[in-house]
């Protein structure tokens, strides 16, 4: 097995919403904000070479939706899903499975894109994989959460018969290194692949753990659906780390890729960060 980042891009989000009921006079520490509020993220994505099978792990926003909506987000950067498959040796043909870890628009605006006036999926090749239990939220949504969960980046997918679903049961195997985790309090259902990789054990955080800087408990995201159960299953998964000794793999921190966690008197705090590709 070998894995590769796969960088798409930064955007950018108000950082209260960031950090919820955190004081920005805490928060801002790690991640400064510009003069409109706004901190910059990362949409940092996860290939995954297991035998003959190329899983990339979520596809960041995209480059489908128009003008007015990408003004909102402020993108930046030169990387690209196209240009970061490219360098390290392959491109969207050569995906044979899209693993969306949850349907909101940074994580799967990718997965879709537009071709002759059409919406296509972008991995024509590529089985794409979510549950059957988030796939129902999300295109059913909530009014609180319908804007992140954008009708052209999901319906397509499976109008193409390209859609498979996972068990929503926690621990399902998904390949024989890699098994499926499930966290529930940002939206329902979100899965976060757990990789057997040289001896260690991976957990890609999609947004259980955005950042470094959310690593203390009360630094949940007011963007998350049920705060209470999301600090539940961070303590969950925060001992769970500590214990086993984790490398966690971050979605969305501007600069760090992968940290692991440990415990001191004061608590379970960041114990090293460092590149997928130094492991």
Not at 60 to 78: A, C, P, R, V
Not at 243 to 261: F, Q, R, S, W
Request: aromatic letters at 12%.
């Amino acid at each position: 097995m070998k894995l590769h980042t796969i960088d798409t891009g930064f955007f950018k989000l108000d950082g209260g919403a960031m950090f919820g009921v955190v004081p920005k006079s805490l928060w801002q520490k790690t991640n400064p904000a510009d003069d409109k509020n706004l901190c910059t993220w990362a949409m940092r994505c996860l290939l995954v070479e297991d035998g003959d099978r190329l899983i990339l792990i979520d596809t960041g926003i995209g480059n489908k939706q128009d003008e007015k909506f990408f003004s909102h987000y402020y993108l930046h950067g030169t990387d690209t899903i196209d240009s970061s498959l490219a360098a390290k040796g392959f491109n969207r043909n050569d995906i044979t499975d899209v693993f969306l870890t949850h349907l909101h628009f940074d994580h799967v605006g990718g997965a879709v894109e537009h071709i002759n006036g059409n919406l296509t999926p972008a991995f024509k090749n590529a089985t794409y994989w979510s549950n059957a239990q988030h796939w129902e939220w999300a295109v059913n949504p909530n009014d609180r959460e319908k804007a992140s969960f954008l009708k052209e980046n999901i319906l397509p997918i499976q109008e193409s018969g390209q859609l498979k679903f996972i068990e929503a049961q926690d621990g399902v195997t998904f390949t024989n290194d890699v098994k499926i985790r499930f966290a529930y309090g940002h939206t329902d259902a979100m899965m976060l692949p757990q990789i057997s990789y040289k001896g260690k054990q991976i957990l890609y955080m999609a947004d259980l753990l955005p950042s470094v800087g959310h690593i203390p408990l009360p630094y949940v995201m007011a963007y998350d659906m049920f705060p209470m159960k999301t600090l539940d299953e961070r303590k969950h998964y925060w001992k769970e780390a500590v214990d086993n000794e984790y490398i966690l793999y971050l979605e969305h921190d501007p600069v760090i890729e992968c940290c692991t966690l440990q415990q001191t008197e004061k608590g379970i705090k960041l114990k090293d960060t460092f590149m997928l590709k130094d492991l």
